[in-house]
């Protein structure tokens, strides 16, 4: 059941971000033809794919918008999802170059690894301050391309998800020739689920 202060945030959500799920869903699907980004090739993974890696999340709220009002300088959210439970789900991305080697590289690495959880707990704690949100109807998780974060999260109450970079190359290049019914998760490493 949704609060009345959830209400109002979904409300609002879709003041701003009216667009439905199915142009949504064409967006992702144009960033699958022409990846000139790599997390937004990632988001568009975790759009495409959100049932099988988060399947609590129902309906796309925002992405990419401040979930306050319009004081962008605290942040924005990845995602915002409504889940089956009527709670919020939010979620951060980040692209980590797990393929790069070198010591300045691994410290890069680690810093990615420490700032996205730190970016969704931040952002879980002004979602409860400022829309007056229980904090047991927001739940977080993280997305990346290391799968080195699969553990990080249990201290934070945080669910960590990956996939590899060749594994989400190997899917951009063949999006469109798959069948839509083979399952995506009998893809994804389990041990990172």
């Known amino acids: 059941m949704i609060t009345n202060e959830l209400s109002k945030f979904v409300s609002y959500c879709r ?15 144009g960033v699958i033809l022409f990846p000139y980004d790599k997390e937004l ?14 399947p609590t999340c129902a309906e ?16 924005k959210c990845d995602f915002v999802y409504l889940t089956f439970k009527g709670n919020l ?8 170059d797990t393929e790069a080697t ?9 810093k990615h690894r420490n700032k996205v959880f730190e970016q969704v ?15 047991e109807q927001l739940e977080c998780g993280v997305f990346t391309t ?20 060749n594994y989400l190359e190997q899917w951009r290049k063949n999006y469109y020739s798959l069948d839509k019914s083979y399952s995506v998760s009998k893809q994804i490493n389990p041990s990172n689920c």
């Open 15 to 29: 003041r701003i971000q009216p667009q439905t799920q199915e142009d949504i869903k064409k967006f992702f699907e």
């Open 41 to 54: 090739l990632l988001q568009a993974y975790l759009f495409l794919n959100i049932q099988d890696l988060f």
């Open 60 to 75: 796309l709220l925002l992405f990419e918008k401040s979930p306050i009002a319009d004081y962008t300088d605290l942040g």
């Open 89 to 96: 789900f939010l979620i951060e991305t980040k692209f980590i």
């Open 102 to 110: 070198g010591a300045t590289e691994r410290k890069r690495r680690n």
């Open 121 to 135: 707990t931040t952002l879980k704690s002004r979602f409860g301050e400022y829309w007056n949100i229980k904090i």
């Open 146 to 165: 290391d799968p080195e974060v699969a553990w990080r999260g249990n201290d934070v109450n945080v669910i960590a998800k990956s996939i590899s970079i």
